[in-house]
């Protein structure tokens, strides 16, 4: 199985999973996510994200996203999946966001390189998403 777990600071990654529920569907065995509350050691959170894959196997893959590049949440998480033994089996990104995850977890049984897929299409296809939006002025329109 291909699996994509979500860490970050705070409630992002449990906020982004519940929005995550409500777009692809709420009995999704594959997407886990834990964060970093304020006060925890890293030591607790690193068994929380111990705990959220303990039902994984040897042949699974993993996405591992995080809020931050280099944060506490993603480095602590990369350590505990190197130490269970899944790190060859597992493509790492900070600066998740909504089109990220969803489209990764929509596509990613589809990809014969899961690493590639993610690191190919779906980290630029995220940049691409991020846009200003603007709405046009009415008024102008209404002089026509």
């Given at each position: 199985?291909?699996?994509?777990?979500?860490?970050?600071?705070?409630?992002?990654a449990?906020?982004?999973?519940k929005?995550?529920?409500?777009?692809?569907?709420?009995?999704?065995?594959?997407?886990?996510?834990?964060?970093?509350?304020?006060?925890?050691?890293?030591?607790?959170?690193?068994?929380?994200?111990?705990?959220?894959?303990?039902?994984?196997?040897?042949?699974?893959?993993?996405?591992?996203?995080?809020?931050i590049?280099?944060?506490?949440?993603?480095?602590?998480?990369?350590?505990?999946i190197?130490?269970?033994?899944?790190?060859?089996?597992?493509?790492?990104?900070?600066?998740?966001?909504?089109?990220?995850?969803?489209?990764?977890?929509?596509?990613?049984?589809?990809?014969?390189?899961?690493?590639?897929?993610?690191?190919?299409?779906?980290?630029?296809?995220?940049?691409?998403?991020?846009?200003?939006f603007?709405?046009?002025?009415?008024?102008?329109?209404?002089?026509i």
């Amino acid at each position: 199985m291909r699996y994509v777990l979500l860490v970050s600071h705070g409630e992002f990654a449990p906020g982004l999973h519940k929005a995550i529920e409500m777009l692809a569907g709420s009995a999704r065995e594959d997407v886990f996510s834990t964060s970093l509350k304020n006060g925890m050691g890293a030591d607790e959170f690193a068994e929380n994200v111990k705990e959220v894959l303990a039902n994984v196997k040897d042949d699974d893959e993993i996405v591992l996203f995080g809020d931050i590049v280099g944060g506490s949440p993603l480095t602590t998480a990369a350590n505990v999946i190197a130490e269970m033994g899944f790190l060859d089996r597992t493509v790492m990104a900070g600066g998740m966001n909504l089109p990220l995850v969803l489209s990764t977890i929509l596509t990613k049984d589809f990809a014969d390189n899961l690493a590639e897929h993610v690191r190919n299409t779906m980290l630029p296809e995220a940049k691409e998403m991020i846009q200003e939006f603007t709405v046009a002025d009415n008024e102008e329109s209404d002089d026509i």
